[in-house]
Each structure stands twice: as structure tokens, then as C-alpha cells.
């Protein structure tokens, strides 16, 4: 079984570009002011698939690039790459960008006969709302780009604390949506998939696709290093937990389970 990677890159141009109109009024090139370069590496224990009843350890280099803000922000390993447009202190809106790694048999012999779901992107626009000082709550909203054809909406809640002077325990609740689109390129089974696989025919509607929660202990190293440990929880439901591949071969428990570690680079730009 090949172990696959999933990298959450900025796509620079385009997140650039969103930002050019308001810097320009301001009389400062668009990539004008300070910013950060991060990077690191995760490694957890995770489905093989979405679905899976099965785990298997993966790692994730972790790269992202963006503006420094006014100060310290709440950011969970949930968040996709994104570029505030609007910052109001507490309210943050945007847009947002995910990778999205392909799939096929190679990642578990229970997709034997199904469709090979190409490798693309989903783009769309998030909104973060501060009620409090400790707490976040953060919504997705993204348009599958050749993977899929479908809407996917995240929505978390997290509440945040300093247990210590450099320990941040942090966790609540999440929710995922999709339209028919996303469940028909990894929960559907058509009557030729279905011969193939021996899976019962299956073709999803809209709805929910999991609820859960999720917690991390991070701890900040030094002013630009910090290391965490994660643990998140999703209880598939709705058109997924539904889908033939879940209920003959699969779970609709999915838990993951992992350690990661960034170093945060400052600069300038003029």
C-alpha cells in the first residue's frame, strides 16, 4: 500500500492578486508590508480513505505563505490555505484554496472497480467570527475543481486556552456539507462500478457528510518554532454514511490521530 502526502501550498498568484485592488488605494505595491513563510512536516494516523475502516500512518509536509496580521490569530490544522480580504479584528473573511490528492485502488482494495478520482482543487471563500477572547468560529465554503463538481462547506467551532505561557490546548466541535457533485465522485457506485466491485448500486444526494470534533495541545518552542498534537474525530453521516462502499466495506467512525512541528519565517517586502 503507497503511503500518499497531502501538501496545503498558497497558490501565491492568486492569493496576490486578490489583494492588489486594496493596496494600490493605499498607495503600496500589492505585495507591500510583512509576511510569513511556514513551513514543517505532520505525521498521523489516519483512514486510508475517506471512509475507510482501516488506518495507516501518512505524513504531510505542511507549507503556507501569507500577510503577518495585527496580531496573534487562533489557526487550527483544519484552516485551508487562505487571504483575508477583510479584517476587522473580529471578523475575517476571504478566500481559500485546497489541494485535493487523487484516489484509486492503490489506496485500498475495498475501491477495487471504482472510479479513479483525479487529483484537483476546491476554491471558494471562508469567513472567521472572535464572539470572545478564547473562542473562534470559522466556516468553508469551496467549489470542487476537477476532482469533483460538487460544493463542500466546513464549519468549526474552537475554543483556546494557555494552559501555560507557551502550551495552548485548544478543540470543539466540526460539521461538513456537500452537494450531490462531491458524494458522486467518492461515495457513488453506478451500475458499471457496481458490476466491477461487487458493491451494491448506489447514487448520493445532497445533505451532511460527517460531525465530529476535534482538540490540539500546541506548544510554542521559541518565538518562531512550535510543535502540537492532534486528534480529531467524524462520524460519517447523511449521503456518505449511506453509500454502499461505507456500509459493505467500510466505517462511518473515522479517527485520526498525529504530532507535527512548523518553523515560522519573517520578512518584508517593500
Not at 95 to 114: A, M, T, W
Not at 164 to 169: G, H, M, N
Not at 187 to 208: E, M, R, T
Amino acid at each position: 500500500m503507497s503511503h500518499r502526502s497531502v501538501v496545503s501550498i498558497s497558490l501565491a498568484i492568486a492569493l496576490l492578486s486578490a489583494g492588489s485592488v486594496a493596496a494600490q488605494e493605499s498607495g503600496q505595491h500589492f505585495w507591500s508590508g510583512d509576511w510569513y513563510l511556514s513551513v514543517g512536516v505532520a505525521g498521523f494516523s489516519a483512514p486510508k480513505f475517506e471512509g475507510s475502516s482501516h488506518n495507516e500512518f501518512k505524513f504531510s509536509p505542511l507549507i503556507s505563505v501569507g500577510r503577518q496580521g495585527a496580531g496573534a490569530r487562533f489557526s487550527s490544522r483544519n484552516d485551508n490555505p487562505s487571504f483575508a480580504l477583510i479584517d476587522k479584528g473580529a471578523v475575517r473573511a476571504g478566500i481559500v484554496g485546497r489541494f485535493v490528492p487523487s484516489r484509486d485502488d492503490g489506496d485500498g482494495n475495498e475501491l477495487k472497480g471504482l472510479k479513479k478520482v483525479k487529483w484537483g482543487a476546491e476554491a471558494g471563500g471562508f469567513v472567521e467570527v472572535y464572539p470572545t477572547d478564547f473562542l473562534r468560529a470559522r466556516a468553508e465554503v469551496r467549489q470542487g475543481i476537477r476532482s469533483h463538481d460538487g460544493v463542500v462547506a466546513d464549519l468549526a467551532v474552537d475554543a483556546f486556552t494557555d494552559i501555560a505561557p507557551d502550551l495552548q490546548l485548544s478543540g470543539g466541535p466540526r460539521a461538513t456539507f456537500a452537494t450531490s457533485g462531491y458524494y458522486d465522485a467518492y461515495y457513488g457506485v453506478n451500475a458499471k462500478q457496481a458490476a466491477a466491485s461487487g458493491l451494491d448500486p448506489y447514487k448520493p444526494s445532497s445533505g451532511i457528510q460527517s460531525y465530529g470534533a476535534g482538540a490540539a495541545l500546541t506548544w510554542k518552542a521559541t518565538e518562531n518554532l512550535s510543535a502540537s498534537s492532534f486528534l480529531e474525530y467524524k462520524r460519517l453521516a447523511g449521503p456518505a454514511a449511506d453509500s454502499s462502499l461505507v456500509r459493505e466495506r467500510g466505517s462511518k467512525n473515522q479517527l485520526l490521530i498525529g504530532v507535527s512541528a512548523t518553523y515560522k519565517l519573517n520578512f518584508s517586502l517593500q
